[in-house]
């Protein structure tokens, strides 16, 4: 009998989390939080920041180290425990790999990727990115295994799109990743049980547009296209904005 009745409690519990669950998120959500990819930092988002905020928003971007996938997943969560809610997490690029690891966490409604890799378990950035032709081939190592664009190529096959001074300005301050980071193996697919979103930007210089509707179709991620180059973040604000806050009200419903 006393094993039943703990059979029965713990049973009791669970279907209670998931009620308390499926309440939280019957709630709008209103927590965005964004991870930008390699090569530029967050101060890109701007933006798509201050629209998400006019929409009632509390938007919310990790500065990921770029020293280890661990790292960076780790810097995401950190920004994802001082939520007050369930959120939206928004990966670009690289970040897309970050949200897929960092995404399993219970206060994650959902995912949007921009512009993103969408891994599988066992998979890791290098490998996906060697899949479909390189469209540059000017990311270059330096001595200690941290990448970078060329600055001479970096405005056509990164920022095609961006006015050509700030295009300058994003070459003169790229975020160089550890190339290790890009060697690192997802473990646990966070799309395998969350609703995810992808915004694919067809002029794409840095992943091939191929690839990533490969990825969001692997995903069952409901899927966006938009005429922009990698850097769609700073060249149609309005549009990554708004598949953010429709995965966001879809999520609320």
């Known amino acids: 009998m006393g094993s039943t009745r703990l059979a029965l409690s713990l049973a009791g519990g669970a279907m209670l989390a998931m009620v308390a669950s499926a309440l939280a998120y019957a709630a709008p959500i209103k927590n965005v939080v964004i991870v930008h990819g390699a090569l530029a930092d967050g101060s890109g988002w701007r933006k798509v920041h201050d629209l998400l905020k006019a929409k009632g928003y509390k938007v919310t971007v990790v500065q990921p180290p770029m020293t280890s996938l661990q790292d960076d997943v780790a810097a995401a969560r950190r920004i994802l425990d001082l939520q007050d809610?369930?959120?939206?997490?928004?990966?670009?690029?690289?970040?897309?790999?970050?949200?897929?690891?960092?995404?399993?966490?219970?206060?994650?409604?959902?995912?949007?990727y921009v512009a993103a890799f969408q891994p599988d378990e066992g998979e890791n950035l290098l490998d996906l990115a060697g899949r479909t032709p390189p469209a540059t081939t000017g990311v270059k190592a330096t001595a200690d295994q941290y990448l970078y664009l060329?600055?001479?190529?970096?405005?056509?096959?990164?920022?095609?799109?961006?006015?050509?001074?700030?295009?300058?300005?994003?070459?003169?301050?790229?975020?160089?990743?550890?190339?290790?980071?890009?060697?690192?193996?997802?473990?646990?697919?966070?799309?395998?049980?969350?609703?995810?979103?992808?915004?694919?930007?067809?002029?794409?210089?840095?992943?091939?547009?191929?690839?990533?509707?490969?990825?969001?179709?692997?995903?069952?991620?409901?899927?966006?296209?938009?005429?922009?180059?990698?850097?769609?973040?700073?060249?149609?604000?309005?549009?990554?904005?708004d598949l953010i806050d429709t995965a966001a009200k879809a999520l609320s419903k």
């Not at 550890?178 to 969350?194: G, R, Y």
């Open 85 to 112: 809610g369930p959120s939206v997490l928004v990966g670009h690029s690289y970040g897309g790999m970050v949200v897929t690891q960092a995404g399993s966490a219970e206060n994650v409604a959902g995912l949007v």
């Open 150 to 241: 060329d600055p001479k190529v970096f405005a056509a096959d990164f920022a095609a799109d961006v006015p050509a001074a700030e295009a300058e300005f994003m070459a003169a301050s790229q975020v160089f990743p550890s190339k290790a980071s890009f060697e690192t193996k997802i473990s646990e697919p966070a799309w395998k049980t969350k609703r995810s979103w992808a915004l694919i930007a067809s002029d794409d210089r840095a992943i091939h547009p191929d690839l990533m509707r490969t990825m969001a179709k692997r995903a069952g991620s409901t899927v966006k296209e938009v005429k922009a180059s990698h850097a769609l973040f700073m060249s149609q604000p309005a549009a990554v904005a």
